[in-house]
C-alpha cells in the first residue's frame, strides 16, 4: 500500500489525478509548450483533442520527455489519411525507474503503458468529429493495475483559421486488475477549447478550461502560437488551478523547425514547485 501511495504521489507531478496518467498528460511536445492546452487548433500529431488532426500525408513521429524525478517518456505515433478519414494509432511509456521503499529499503520498478488507436472525421463538413480507445498497463513491481478508457473530441471553426472552438472529454471506461485493494474509479476530464487570429499578428492566441471529476475548481490554460517566418514556429503557455483564486501551476514554451525532410520539436515546461519537463519530437511526412 505504501508503494502505491509514493507512486499516485509521484503521477500527480504529471498532470493527472488517476493511477493512469498517460490517458491525460501531453505526450507529443506541441502539447507540452501549450500545457495541455490548444485543443481547439488544428495539429500534424495526435493530439490531447484527437479532432484537431489535420493532415494530408502519412506522418510517423517520435515522442520523449525527461520529467522531474528521474521520470521519462517514450511514445511512437503513427497517422493515416485516406480520403476524407484520418486513421492513428499510437504505443507510449512512462517509466518512474527504480524507486525505493522508505519504510523496508527495498528498490522496485514502475512503468505504465498504453496502446491507444482512434479514426477523425468530419460532420456536414463544418465540425470535425474523433474517437478513441486506449488500452493501459501499469505495473509497480509484481502489482497490475488495467484499464480501458475512451476518449472523443470536436473541433469546428466559424471562419477559416480566424476564430475557432473544440470540445474534448477523456477517461470514459472502466478500470480492473487494481493495485490491491485500491479500486480507484478514473475521473473523466472535460475540456473546453478555443483560439483566435489577432489581425495584425502572424499568431494564434488560444484558452482552454479543463474540468475533472473529483477536483475542485478547474484548470485554465492560456498561450499562443506564433510564426515569426516560414518553417519556423513559436509557442508559449501558461496554466493554473483556479478555485477561489487563480494560482499558477506552469510556465511553457517551445519551438518548431524544419531540418531537410524532418520537423523537429522542442520545448520545456516549468512546474513550479515540482520542476521541469524536457521534451522532444521527431516527425517525418511520407
Known amino acids: 500500500m505504501y508503494k502505491s501511495m509514493l507512486i499516485i504521489c509521484i503521477l500527480s507531478l504529471g498532470w493527472m489525478q488517476s493511477l493512469y496518467p498517460l490517458n491525460s498528460m501531453p505526450i507529443t511536445v506541441r502539447d507540452l509548450s501549450f500545457s495541455g492546452g490548444g485543443g481547439a487548433m488544428v495539429s500534424k500529431y495526435i493530439s ?5 488532426i489535420s493532415t494530408e500525408k502519412k506522418g510517423l513521429n517520435f515522442h520523449t520527455q525527461l520529467l522531474p524525478t528521474g521520470i521519462s517518456l517514450l511514445s511512437l505515433h503513427a497517422i493515416y489519411p485516406k480520403n476524407e478519414i484520418i486513421y492513428f494509432t499510437s504505443i507510449s511509456n512512462l517509466n518512474f525507474g527504480t524507486l525505493k521503499d522508505g519504510k523496508t529499503d527495498e528498490t522496485f520498478s514502475a512503468n505504465d503503458f498504453m496502446i491507444n488507436g482512434g479514426v477523425k472525421g468530419g460532420l456536414f ?3 470535425s468529429v474523433s474517437t478513441s480507445i486506449s488500452y493501459t498497463l501499469s505495473l509497480i ?3 497490475i493495475a488495467q484499464s480501458i478508457l475512451f476518449s472523443a473530441g470536436l473541433r469546428t ?3 477559416e483559421d480566424q476564430i475557432g472552438f473544440g470540445l474534448t472529454i477523456r477517461n470514459i471506461g472502466l478500470q480492473f486488475d487494481n493495485f490491491g485493494d485500491v479500486n480507484e474509479k478514473n475521473p473523466f476530464q472535460l475540456q473546453a477549447s478555443g483560439f483566435m487570429k489577432p489581425k495584425y499578428l502572424s499568431a494564434l492566441i488560444f484558452s ?4 475533472e471529476e473529483n477536483i475542485d475548481g478547474y484548470t485554465l490554460i492560456t498561450g499562443m502560437e506564433f510564426y515569426p517566418r516560414d518553417g519556423l514556429t513559436l509557442r508559449i503557455s501558461d496554466s493554473g488551478l483556479y478555485n477561489n ?3 499558477l501551476s506552469g510556465l511553457a514554451f517551445g519551438f ?3 531540418l531537410k525532410n524532418w520537423t523537429i520539436d522542442l520545448a520545456s515546461r516549468n512546474l513550479i514547485s515540482a520542476g521541469f519537463v ?3 519530437t521527431l516527425s517525418k511526412r511520407f
Open 256 to 258: 518548431q523547425f524544419n
Open 157 to 159: 471553426e466559424i471562419s
Open 208 to 211: 482552454d478550461i479543463v474540468i
Open 245 to 247: 483564486g487563480f494560482k
Open 48 to 52: 490531447l483533442n484527437p479532432a484537431s
Open 125 to 127: 463538413q463544418i465540425i
Open 141 to 143: 513491481e509484481n502489482n
Open 278 to 280: 524536457n521534451g522532444v
